[in-house]
């Protein structure tokens, strides 16, 4: 066998083994059955409400919690608890929703531009939901008591808040909260919120005692039970934090095995954070964060509370001391919404928050994955269709490996050209290994061919590969991307199959992630393979009968290997395919060798002879 097919065997049966381990470790994902709601997962506290955090230098500890019942019917549940109690109406073009004014928590908040489903009539997306309900999730403001302050003294979980200005919330349109303590403190609350999903609360304290007060403010983001994810290892689902540059992620499972501290009364991680940072809850698409204002000190916290089932984070400020007559004040940012690159990376730079950017999942290939995500986004902006945008990155990429992929077409050629001095020397040779070896360095060295030039560029669409699958399974942006025809959501497998025609028939295919959606593969998945076939046969097949019968299967293999990935990444593999095709051609053609591509088919379909005895 020449080293050319030997190394084109290496190239390949690498890059299917590097794909065939991914596959195994990272499977595609599978569609998510819905989880039944009656009952949630762990139970929450009496009062509803997550523990308040201690001042931050009192060490003064709340109640343990202790249970409720959960409500028999979550839909009618949501509702009744919204109607329940005063509320405060978020409105804007993104969102929608309402503050409880008991407690002024943000417990209600819906994503406007995000449905749940393809179907236009699926729900929008619920993100914040209130106490009580079978996925409470809400953020919570106050203020915790320093020195012989009781508890009762500031606002906290339940305090009743009052509107004091302001109608609804919306953009431009501000909303202050005020409550008296009736013993000479008088806090408020404003809100405002942009035209993204970025809140501002300011909260103030107004003391008209004749005594100096202390107290620390807090803000806190809580989720009671485990929340349902996608539960995939590629993807990072939990805590997500900033602590002066330095990017820590937690997921939910491992909260539980953080060590306890007395102190909180509970698991935690408590981190002091000098100037700049966040902490805040990261689903697949969506995100709650804490942002302090840049440049301010504060205490990050990780909590969880096993006995409630409640996980927590907190971001606590310095306590401040307040002298009779004063009013002290404290402003911070809370993030809740859709994880858009756009809206992220603006707020990184116009607010000064670091690495905000960092709060997505680039994966271990961040030097790849945030280069090739940006450049598919300016795509898009310019097309305006995700599928086509990926052709179009295809074809960029595929332009800058192009003198690598030169290189190698044009020493391929050479390579056909030394055939017949190759077979010469083999015959010269005869069975001495040793002196057909050094002949053949030597007819490399004068014929300046580097016989490893050819893996070059199937070793180099690994790396690439790899960081575009890991942005079409974790940026929104790709969610319910639409292309063309049945290809309405590219982040998702092909919806086509051969049971339904590849969609001529008007009913659906196998339900994605199933056995049959593996076997009955799509349209996408059957171009796949056409297209590795079409590739292979710009070579002769090897004349090993063994190494014949692997690139025989290969393009098969990772037809129904690969079917079940996102669309999206299919139709970059086949645009790949085909350029790599072309370029391949008309280099190695260019440089004195023509494939013949048509015989070399004509003779995959003969059957070889058996040899006469």
């Known amino acids: 066998m020449d080293d050319q097919n030997k190394n084109l065997i290496l190239a390949t049966a690498l890059s299917f083994l590097v794909i065939l381990v991914w596959f195994l470790l990272f499977p595609p994902e599978e569609p998510q059955t819905p989880v039944a709601t009656d009952t949630p997962t762990t139970a929450a506290p009496a009062d509803g409400l997550?523990?308040?955090?201690?001042?931050?230098?009192?060490?003064?500890?709340?109640?343990?919690?202790?249970?409720?019942?959960?409500?028999?019917?979550?839909?009618?549940?949501?509702?009744?608890?919204?109607?329940?109690?005063?509320?405060?109406?978020?409105?804007?073009?993104?969102?929608?929703?309402?503050?409880?004014?008991i407690g002024g928590r943000i417990d209600n908040l819906l994503l406007k531009d995000y449905r749940e489903t393809l179907d236009p009539d699926s729900p929008i997306v619920t993100l914040l939901s209130p106490v009580g309900s079978s996925a409470a999730y809400y953020a919570l403001y106050g203020w915790a008591p320093g020195g012989d302050l009781a508890f009762d003294a500031v606002p906290g979980a339940n305090t009743p808040w009052a509107l004091e200005s302001g109608a609804a919330l919306d953009v431009g349109a501000p909303v202050t909260l005020v409550w008296d303590n009736g013993d000479g403190l008088i806090f408020r609350r404003t809100l405002s919120i942009d035209e993204n999903y970025l809140f501002t609360v300011t909260q103030s304290v107004e003391n008209t005692t004749d005594r100096t007060v202390r107290m620390a403010p807090y803000g806190l983001v809580a989720r009671h039970g485990e929340p349902e994810t996608v539960n995939f290892f590629i993807l990072h689902e939990g805590v997500v934090r900033m602590s002066d540059g330095e990017l820590q992620e937690i997921d939910y499972n491992s909260m539980p095995d953080m060590e306890f501290v007395e102190r909180e009364g509970a698991l935690a991680d408590v981190v002091p954070v000098a100037e700049n940072g966040w902490i805040g809850f990261t689903d697949k698409y969506w995100m709650t964060t804490l942002i302090p204002t840049p440049g301010q000190a504060f205490t990050s916290v990780a909590k969880y509370v096993p006995g409630a089932g409640i996980y927590q984070t907190e971001a606590r400020m310095p306590t401040m001391t307040i002298a009779p007559g004063e009013t002290a004040d404290n402003s911070s940012y809370l993030f809740a919404g859709a994880k858009e690159w756009e809206a992220i990376r603006d707020y990184q730079r116009d607010k000064g928050i670091e690495r905000f950017i960092d709060s997505i999942d680039w994966g271990w290939f961040f030097f790849l994955t945030k280069p090739i995500f940006w450049l598919l986004h300016e795509i898009n902006i310019?097309?305006?269709?995700?599928?086509?945008?990926?052709?179009?990155?295809?074809?960029?990429?595929?332009?800058?490996?192009?003198?690598?992929?030169?290189?190698?077409?044009?020493?391929?050629?050479?390579?056909?050209?030394?055939?017949?001095?190759?077979?010469?020397?083999?015959?010269?040779?005869?069975?001495?290994?040793?002196?057909?070896?050094?002949?053949?360095?030597?007819?490399?060295?004068?014929?300046?061919?580097?016989?490893?030039?050819?893996?070059?560029?199937?070793?180099?669409?690994?790396?690439?590969?790899?960081?575009?699958?890991?942005?079409?399974?974790?940026?929104?942006?790709?969610?319910?991307a639409p292309w063309l025809g049945p290809f309405q959501d590219l982040s998702a497998p092909d919806p086509t199959s051969i049971m339904n025609l590849f969609g001529l028939l008007p009913f659906p295919g196998p339900e994605a992630g199933t056995i049959l959606a593996i076997i009955f593969i799509g349209i996408l998945p059957l171009l796949l393979g056409i297209s590795m076939w079409l590739q292979q046969k710009l070579n002769p097949a090897p004349t090993d009968p063994t190494q014949a019968m692997i690139f025989a299967y290969m393009p098969w293999?990772?037809?129904?290997?690969?079917?079940?990935?996102?669309?999206?990444?299919?139709?970059?593999?086949?645009?790949?395919?085909?350029?790599?095709?072309?370029?391949?051609?008309?280099?190695?053609?260019?440089?004195?060798?023509?494939?013949?591509?048509?015989?070399?088919?004509?003779?995959?379909?003969?059957?070889?002879?058996?040899?006469?005895?």
């Open 382 to 480: 310019l097309i305006g269709n995700m599928g086509w945008s990926i052709i179009v990155l295809t074809l960029i990429l595929k332009a800058l490996l192009f003198p690598l992929a030169y290189k190698s077409y044009v020493s391929m050629a050479k390579m056909k050209e030394l055939q017949p001095q190759m077979e010469k020397l083999k015959e010269s040779a005869g069975d001495d290994k040793q002196k057909m070896q050094q002949g053949m360095m030597e007819l490399y060295k004068k014929e300046k061919v580097n016989p490893a030039a050819g893996c070059l560029p199937i070793l180099m669409q690994i790396p690439i590969f790899f960081s575009l699958y890991k942005v079409i399974f974790v940026t929104i942006e790709l969610r319910h």
């Open 557 to 613: 293999v990772f037809m129904f290997m690969l079917g079940t990935f996102a669309s999206g990444l299919i139709i970059y593999w086949i645009a790949n395919n085909v350029i790599t095709f072309a370029q391949q051609y008309f280099i190695m053609r260019r440089n004195g060798y023509t494939p013949d591509l048509f015989g070399n088919i004509k003779s995959s379909f003969k059957r070889k002879k058996p040899d006469a005895e």
């Open 50 to 101: 997550a523990l308040t955090p201690p001042a931050a230098t009192d060490g003064v500890a709340p109640a343990p919690p202790t249970l409720i019942d959960p409500d028999a019917d979550p839909s009618a549940a949501r509702e009744t608890l919204l109607a329940g109690v005063d509320r405060l109406d978020i409105d804007t073009e993104r969102l929608e929703g309402s503050i409880s004014l």
